[in-house]
């Protein structure tokens, strides 16, 4: 009698296990939990602080499996507008540290930060949003966070001439 709720237990603790090992792996998108689903838009949006337009140089990089753009404005005129296939060394440098954006400190400024610099980045998939940070850089309360998520954009960034070259002022 023993053995045998010994058996049914150990049958069903093994079909949780082979569960929780198939659930971890998401079919749609093709990549094992937790890194970054192959079907995610990734969009990064730098904001320069208010200097005048001849200086200032904002950006927005977005990112898919499939291809890259990044586009310079300086006060909502297109300076620059550039494009790439060659992305797959990027994506997978990305998805392999998306955890890394998972703890950010980001410190939200009780006066806010009128004129100065800020980042954003939201990452979809689908209808679904996965992350949705925004800095503020107003007196470095949040270098730690601004410098995670550069860091973790920056090999698509790299894929394009730095932003003073692709719109110089």
Known sequence: MVVEVLNRVM????????????S?????????????????IVVYRFNDSSVPPQYHRSFELTVTSKEARLVVDSY???????KTAEVEQ????????????????VVKSELGCVGGTSRWLKITQGKT?????????????NDAAVSTMAGWVDPALKLFPAVAVLAPS
């Open 90 to 105: 990027a994506w997978q440098v990305m998805s392999q540290t998306y955890p890394s954006l998972d703890a950010l400190p």
């Open 76 to 82: 909502g005129e297109i300076l620059a507008d550039a």
């Open 11 to 22: 049958v069903a603790l093994t079909g949780l296990l082979l569960l929780s090992t198939v």
């Open 24 to 40: 971890g792996c998401d079919s749609s998108s093709g990549t094992m939990a937790p890194g970054l689903p192959d079907d995610a």
């Open 129 to 141: 949003v996965l992350k949705d940070i925004a800095l503020d850089e107003c007196g470095g309360v």
